[in-house]
């Protein structure tokens, strides 16, 4: 076996390699190294195709120019030619390996970005759809606590009527204490004042009464004396 069949058989061994890898690989892994490797590979196969090409003119070319040393020019031709064909057909197998893999490469490609802008987009979804529900939660927090503050103050705003209203209980209850005292005390102040004048008027009678009779004996001992003088 000769060195380019070696070559062709290690191409077509590889091609065969590639495309099981790729049956097994994901659609959306498309790993950069395995990119590279195929268009090495394809870039090979069109190297080899054209050595072959060249190589087959070569040959051609050369055999032409023996065949018309010969005498069965013709048949020498079509030998020459038919070893030719035989040259370019498998020169073209290796184009047409090399595009199948180009082509596998585009496609995968282009399978790969699909699958990248589906997955961003998923990624996006999926974002959205977190931040949506984070959002919501945060909004039915806030609307807790609202409602939490607004019961609180609920709360604290009844404490405080009530408490208002047991202290304007409490005043009122104090205020009418208040004022029956100060009824009882000015009762009790009118009634020690007339105690006080009862007190007064019977003093000032007996003090008239003892006066009156103080005068009746002054009079009645004057009365006395004048008599006893009279001859």
């Not at 994901?26 to 190297?47: H, I, S």
């Not at 939490?148 to 408490?163: H, I, N, S, T, V």
Request: charged share 40%.
């Amino acid at each position: 076996m000769n060195k380019f069949a070696l070559r062709t058989l290690t191409g077509l061994a590889a091609f065969a390699a590639a495309g099981l890898i790729h049956a097994q690989a994901p659609v959306d892994d498309f790993p950069d190294e395995e990119r590279d490797r195929m268009r090495t590979q394809a870039a090979e196969l069109k190297e080899q195709a054209k050595t072959k090409k060249e190589e087959a003119v070569r040959v051609r070319d050369a055999a032409y120019t023996e065949c018309w040393q010969r005498t069965l020019v013709s048949s020498c031709l079509e030998r020459a030619d038919e070893a030719y064909r035989g040259s370019t057909t498998a020169a073209r197998r290796l184009e047409i390996q090399a595009g199948d893999i180009e082509r596998d490469i585009r496609r995968r490609s282009a399978e790969a970005r699909r699958a990248d802008k589906q997955r961003a987009a998923e990624a996006r979804r999926e974002k959205a759809i977190e931040v949506n529900a984070k959002t919501r939660e945060q909004d039915a927090q806030r609307e807790a606590a609202a409602a939490a503050r607004a019961a609180k103050d609920a709360e604290l705003a009844g404490q405080a009527e009530a408490q208002a209203r047991e202290q304007a209980r409490k005043d009122a209850e104090l205020a009418a204490r208040r004022k029956q005292e100060d009824a009882r005390a000015a009762q009790r102040a009118a009634d020690q004042r007339k105690k006080a004048a009862a007190i007064d008027e019977r003093v000032k009678k007996r003090e008239e009464e003892h006066a009156r009779r103080e005068a009746e004996a002054a009079a009645k001992a004057a009365a006395q004396e004048a008599a006893g003088k009279a001859p």
